[in-house]
């Protein structure tokens, strides 16, 4: 069974505060999607990392994929209100039947 | 990327019931997927609807508790059957593409109280 464990699991910040949520795991992945999921809606794609460290800018976020394929990691500038959400990660393998396994994911309020 | 609506948007329903939510995609698409989400928490998949045939399920769900339908590409229904207040959950229903494999496209979900 392939876990993805996201670090922290709840974030409280101030606006103008930076933060960075992890996404480890011991299994490999073909690629790696961040969501974000605000209340009372479904979950949003944010970015895809496919390549090992590779990173992508999305405004005021930063998205990296570990070396070997098996972390990943958000960082967010100056966090604003807007950013107020549930972050997940989540993994998928190539080939065959398509699964994806979502991340524990990491809660995150930004206080203005 | 798809348009999904999913109906009802929330229902509260008595225990031993069933209730039917529908998931309705503006475009043909491959792969659709029933999800259960705790709020603030995390995805757990519940099953696969495979157009044309039955539903492939994960561990820990059956088919008579959460029968599954996909007439078509753009269509599908999650039933929750005899329901019983741990039933209480937000069901989501999303999309992929065969193509683009790893992405998924999301409903809103459907809120779920069951007393």
């Known amino acids: 069974t392939q876990l993805l464990e996201q670090s922290p699991q709840f974030l409280s910040i101030q606006e103008g505060e930076n933060l960075t949520v992890y996404c480890n795991s011991s299994s490999v992945f073909s690629s790696l999607q961040w969501y974000r999921q605000e209340p009372g809606e479904g979950p949003v794609l944010l970015v895809t990392v496919v390549t090992g460290g590779e990173v992508k800018k999305l405004k005021r976020l930063t998205f990296q994929f570990g070396d070997a394929r098996k972390d990943s990691s958000l960082h967010i500038t100056a966090a604003q209100t807007g950013d107020t959400g549930l972050y997940l990660c989540a993994g998928h393998v190539s080939g065959g039947y398509q699964k994806v396994t979502f991340g524990t994911g990491t809660k995150l309020q930004v206080i203005p | 990327s798809a348009v999904i609506s999913q109906k009802p948007s929330r229902d509260i329903c008595q225990r031993g019931t069933s209730l039917t939510i529908q998931c309705q995609v503006d475009?043909?698409?491959?792969?659709m997927f029933w999800y259960r989400q705790q709020p603030g928490q995390s995805l757990t998949l519940i099953a696969t609807?495979?157009?044309?045939?039955?539903?492939?399920?994960e561990s820990g769900f059956v088919i008579d508790k959460f029968p599954i339908s996909r007439p078509n590409l753009t269509f599908s229904t999650l039933t929750v059957s005899n329901m019983s207040p741990e039933d209480s959950s937000i069901y989501l229903c999303?999309?992929?593409?065969?193509?683009?494999?790893?992405?998924?496209?999301f409903g809103p979900g459907t809120r779920l109280l069951v007393l």
């Open positions: 475009s043909q698409v491959t792969m």
């Open positions: 999303s999309v992929g593409y065969r193509f683009y494999q790893e992405t998924q496209y």
């Open positions: 609807a495979n157009q044309g045939s039955e539903a492939t399920y």
